[in-house]
Structure formats: structure tokens, C-alpha cells
């Protein structure tokens, strides 16, 4: 089946490293995903990574890929308060080219000054 | 250039009317996604068009609908409106469907 689990919560304190972790079942999947969500907004393509690696560094985000444990994770250095929001794990799933996109359920991050 | 564009930003709609929702793909992509996103979860899949064709179907009933036109915009039509489809509509744009998706800020849905 397809499945995308994430953890509700996570509380830091700015400056610190925030680390989100996400648990996938499509060993299929191409890519993997991380987007973020701001009150009320849509959903802003934070940082993808191919299935074939095992990590992305983009500025401040670190994504991490354990492709045998289906374990992926998104670091942010220096979180600041502008990083509060909701952050949603996705693995593109479907058979054949669909583009079928499958969200966890995302994990509110809230930085403390 | 202009990101993915949807309109209107917000509905309010009885049960049992229904819908059109619309929806503009950035420039050069040629694949539009439907999702729903109900409060507290995270979107789930409705359709997905590629060059005017139905590449894709997500688990929701006939009630929903979409088409693609000749200038790749879409529409979302949801017809026969339960309370449960009170959600953010998302969009999502691709070049080709199966590649990276760009979403829209989406339309707020309240179905009284």
C-alpha cells in the first residue's frame, strides 16, 4: 500500500537545528519531496531528492535518505520564526507516469524566540 | 513568469449545489493536479490531466470532475456539494506530470 507517516509536532528554540521525519512505503517512488505550508496558503516546494541518493544539502535544509529503512528526513539549521508552519513529507507514488503525489500528514514546526 | 494561479480564492456553497473551480498552470507546463486538503491532514489526490487527457484518479466519488483545455488551464467540478467537501482545493502544475508539481495558493471551499 501506500502510506506517508510523519510526527504532529516539533518545538525549537530559533537558532537551533529542527529535524522532521517521515516514513514511506513505496519502495517505487522516484522522488521525495518536502513542502512547506504557511497559515491559510498554499504549498511551497521546499526541496526534492532523487531515489538514488542519499543526501541533498540546499542552504539550511539538509535532506537525508535511508532508502532501505524508508526513512527520509529534512534538517533546517538555524531555524528561524520564519520557519513556523506545517511541513508535509510526499513520495511520488502511481504506477507508470502519473505523477501522483502522497502527503503524510504533515508536522507543524514551532520556533520559540 | 507567473506561478500557478486559481480561482475564485474563496466559496461558499449550500448542499447539494455545486462547483467550478479553476485553475491556470505556470507557463510551459503541460500537466495540471487536482487535490483536496481538508483542515488538520494532508492533501490527497484527486486527478491528474496531462495534454488534455485523464492520466490519473484519486478515491473520490463521480461527483468530482475535471477537464483540461487546449491552453492546459482546468477546472475542478464538484457536483451534488456534501458538507465534507468543505476543504482547501488545491492545484498543482508539472511539465509533464511526472515531475516536480508546483502548487497554487488554492480555494477555500465552505460548504454550509
Known amino acids: 500500500g501506500e502510506d506517508v507517516e510523519q510526527s504532529l509536532f516539533l518545538s525549537v528554540r530559533e537558532g537551533d537545528s529542527s529535524v522532521i521525519n517521515c516514513t514511506y512505503t513505496?519502495?517505487?517512488?522516484?522522488?521525495l519531496y518536502w513542502y512547506k505550508q504557511e497559515p491559510g496558503a498554499g504549498l511551497q516546494l521546499l526541496t526534492y531528492i532523487f531515489s538514488n541518493m542519499d543526501m541533498k544539502q540546499d542552504q539550511r535544509l539538509t535532506v537525508l535518505l535511508n532508502k532501505k529503512d524508508k526513512h527520509l528526513s529534512l534538517r533546517i539549521a538555524d531555524t528561524q520564526t520564519g520557519d513556523s508552519a506545517i511541513y508535509f513529507c510526499?513520495?511520488?507514488?502511481?504506477?507508470?507516469?502519473?505523477?501522483?503525489?502522497?502527503f503524510g500528514q504533515g508536522t507543524t514546526l514551532q520556533v520559540k524566540p | 513568469d507567473a506561478g500557478v494561479t486559481q480561482s475564485p480564492t474563496h466559496l461558499i456553497k449550500t448542499r447539494g449545489q455545486h462547483v467550478t473551480l479553476r485553475c491556470s498552470p505556470i507557463?510551459?507546463?503541460?500537466?495540471v493536479s487536482w487535490y483536496q486538503q481538508v483542515l488538520g491532514q494532508g492533501p490527497q489526490f484527486i486527478f491528474q490531466?496531462?495534454?488534455?487527457?485523464?492520466?490519473g484518479r484519486g478515491n473520490f466519488p463521480d461527483r468530482f470532475s475535471a477537464r483540461q483545455f487546449p491552453n492546459y488551464s482546468s477546472e475542478l467540478n464538484v457536483n451534488a456539494l456534501l458538507l465534507g467537501d468543505s476543504a482547501l482545493y488545491l492545484c498543482?502544475?508539472?511539465?509533464?506530470?511526472?515531475?516536480?508539481?508546483?502548487f497554487g495558493p488554492g480555494t477555500r471551499l465552505l460548504v454550509l
Open positions: 513505496d519502495s517505487s517512488s522516484t522522488y
Open positions: 507557463s510551459g507546463h503541460k500537466s
Open positions: 490531466y496531462y495534454e488534455k487527457e485523464e492520466r
Open positions: 510526499a513520495e511520488s507514488g502511481g504506477s507508470g507516469n502519473t505523477g501522483k503525489l502522497i
Open positions: 498543482a502544475s508539472s511539465r509533464t506530470g511526472a515531475e516536480t508539481q508546483y
